[in-house]
């Protein structure tokens, strides 16, 4: 499926970094479950809320901050230089596939980018450690340079809008694309989990590998259950088998 492949695009969700050392969702006392999130409508009304939830951010800051990208990672990224891969859609605010080599318009982050701050008035970037010396060293929630609007990290909260460009931008991938990888997500939080069910139905083939079974499953042409980063060295491996033999 993937040597036909000219427009794949591949999803990718939590499980694709757990073996860069962060944690998924799901797994029992990692840091997502133990630091609840605070709702947006809450960081918006609320110093307190504000004060609260850049603590907890930071304590997740920490782990994002030392990963790096994985085997698998590094897969799609050479998946996409070989002219398999269209856009890479992704659940993760890690920034791991920008930082494996993808090109930074082929990736769509549907639930934002936790490397960074945005002003939510005027949407200027702000560097997380001017964010950090704010509330550590001066006391004080982060306020926009700029307009003095309120800095939130650039992720996308519970109860917070989907970004609207890269809502168009993935739906618009999605349409294009004649195969679509969903890896590593339990595909159950949505809008994102929307997008394989609308590849399917605009008939490219669904493929999905997780660890272990997703709502989907029963839609997908293919699925795998195993550890991504096996999965897809062993595609890798079975690719170049493919062209040798091609060109032998
Ligand atoms: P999820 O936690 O709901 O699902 C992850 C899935 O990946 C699980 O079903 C798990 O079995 C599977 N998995 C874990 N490691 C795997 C591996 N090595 N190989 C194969 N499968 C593996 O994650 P989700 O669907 O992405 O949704 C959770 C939400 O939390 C998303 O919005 C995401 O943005 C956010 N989140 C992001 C990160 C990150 O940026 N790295 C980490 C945790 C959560």
Redesign the pocket.
């Known amino acids: 499926m993937v040597q036909r492949a000219r427009r794949a695009v591949v999803f990718t969700?939590?499980?694709m970094?757990?073996?860069c050392g962060?944690?998924?969702?799901?797994s029992p006392g990692g840091f997502?479950t133990r630091y609840k999130p605070i709702e947006f409508s809450a960081f918006m009304s609320s110093e307190e809320a504000r004060r609260e939830a850049w603590k907890r951010f930071f304590a997740i800051h920490e782990n994002l901050s030392a990963a790096r990208p994985g085997a698998g990672h590094r897969v799609i990224s050479e998946l996409m230089r070989r002219g398999h891969v269209s856009h890479v859609i992704t659940?993760?605010?890690?920034g791991l596939h920008a930082a494996s080599g993808v090109p930074p318009d082929r990736i769509i982050e549907l639930?934002g980018n936790?490397t960074y701050a945005a002003c939510l008035a005027c949407g200027m970037r702000h560097e997380l450690s001017w964010a950090r010396d704010e509330l550590e060293l001066r006391g004080r929630t982060p306020a926009c340079v700029g307009c003095g609007g309120i800095v939130k990290s650039a992720t996308i909260s519970f109860g917070q809008a989907m970004p609207e460009q890269e809502m168009a931008d993935a739906r618009a991938a999605t349409l294009n694309a004649d195969l679509f990888l969903a890896l590593?997500?339990?595909?159950?939080?949505f809008p994102?989990a929307g997008f394989p069910v609308m590849a399917k139905q605009n008939r490219a083939q669904l493929v999905i590998?997780?660890?272990?079974a997703?709502g989907l499953d029963g839609l997908a042409d293919l699925v795998v259950h195993?550890?991504?980063?096996d999965v897809l060295l062993a595609l890798l491996a079975r690719l170049a088998l493919t062209s040798a033999n091609h060109s032998g």
């Open positions: 969700g939590a499980g970094s757990t073996e962060i944690p998924d969702f799901r997502w659940q993760n605010i890690d639930h936790g590593g997500s339990s595909l159950q939080v994102a590998v997780n660890r272990e997703t195993a550890e991504l980063g």
